[in-house]
């Protein structure tokens, strides 16, 4: 089932947000939209596929037909690199792709970036289309075009905004998730609900206590992917009010690096918005009340709280390298009430500190001190 920009199911091949200038497509098996999507287009094609998906690109590159290649590789945290995209760029050349070819990525998040990246910068750039395999993919990376990989300083800093051509949210394979990397995507979800207010936050309370396996998911990520959108429109190349879409994130992905990417992005998503929350306290921004909710929630989906490093100057030195930051200074993302998220905060050094050690323990009365 496919969703227009009000949420209303419509049996159409592809839909499109208001905000967004390339059409989405949200549904259980996207295989004969995605056909009918390249057909319209005449190109030739290849599919490039993380390898724990290669079942799945395989039998998408068969309704395409034309005798789609794909190409696997192997992908995660620690090969998002640029030798990676390097061999992604030989491997298109192999291929005989030029710049009329379509270039498929399917997988999670890693893939969407590494791939969009990679189809930004062969042969300055061939068009692209997202097919988002997992949570986070679907409701955080797939949309707004970010690509791009990681390098030894930090996270994410090497990379181009290039828009995909179309998106393809294969819900359908969410069920084939083990139920820890389904788990993985809900931390952006309750992201979304902070940023959005009360009644996408209250909609997350609902679904909280109901197995995963029973939410409805196509409903789930077209609502995130509208709240999303929203600022992705207002703020393309991430010049100002897009930076909202980082809470939680300036802590998290530091919490990546020093723990070698052993830490998931959600794991590390969620004890972020744990301190974005405490930092908010600290600076007389957010309740005690709301945070508490924000906790409840993050623990009620079975979402980590608490940090796995304690190396308070690691975290800090990954924290410099923060894309928000600027000249020099740290800018962080913190909620004043659930609906309305600041951007562009500095806070004092040692609140900072404080709040990375507090991070390290359970959430207790002394998390308000």
Not at 75 to 97: C, F, M, P, S
Not at 109 to 137: C, E, H, I, Q
Not at 309 to 321: E, S, V, Y
């Amino acid at each position: 089932m496919l969703w227009d920009a009000r949420g209303e199911a419509r049996r159409v091949p592809m839909t499109t947000l208001d905000a967004l200038p390339y059409p989405i497509a949200i549904d259980t098996d996207i295989s004969a939209a995605l056909a009918q999507f390249v057909k319209s287009r005449g190109r030739r094609v290849v599919v490039l596929a993380d390898r724990n998906v290669e079942g799945r690109a395989e039998a998408l590159a068969r309704a395409i037909g034309r005798k789609t290649p794909v190409l696997a590789v192997s992908l995660g945290e620690r090969r998002k690199t640029l030798r990676t995209v390097e061999a992604v760029l030989n491997a298109l050349a192999a291929a005989g792709a030029d710049r009329e070819t379509l270039v498929i990525g399917v997988g999670g998040g890693v893939a969407g970036d590494l791939f969009g990246f990679a189809a930004a910068t062969y042969m300055r750039g061939v068009p692209f289309v997202n097919v988002a395999t997992s949570l986070v993919a679907m409701v955080d990376a797939s949309i707004g075009g970010k690509t791009g990989v990681d390098l030894g300083a930090g996270k994410n800093l090497a990379g181009a905004f290039r828009d995909p051509l179309a998106v393809f949210c294969d819900v359908g394979s969410l069920a084939t998730l083990p139920e820890k990397h389904l788990r993985e995507g809900l931390a952006e979800l309750v992201k979304h609900g902070i940023i959005e207010g009360n009644e996408a936050f209250e909609a997350l309370e609902t679904l909280a206590p109901h197995p995963l396996r029973k939410w409805p998911w196509e409903t789930v990520v077209a609502d995130s992917l509208r709240i999303k959108a929203m600022f992705v429109a207002e703020d393309r190349l991430e010049a100002g009010a897009r930076e909202i879409l980082n809470l939680g994130h300036t802590v998290g992905h530091a919490i990546e690096r020093v723990t070698n990417y052993r830490t998931s992005h959600g794991h590390a998503v969620s004890i972020g918005l744990r301190a974005a929350g405490l930092l908010a306290l600290r600076t007389d921004r957010f309740s005690n009340e709301e945070h508490l909710r924000v906790l409840a929630l993050l623990a009620l989906l079975g979402l980590p709280l608490i940090a796995p490093t304690g190396d308070i100057n690691a975290l800090l030195a990954a924290m410099a390298h923060d894309k928000k930051a600027r000249a020099g200074a740290l800018r962080f993302v913190l909620p004043r009430t659930l609906g309305d998220v600041e951007y562009g905060v500095t806070v004092p050094a040692r609140t900072v500190r404080a709040v990375l050690g507090r991070v390290r323990q359970a959430p207790g009365n002394a998390e308000f001190r």
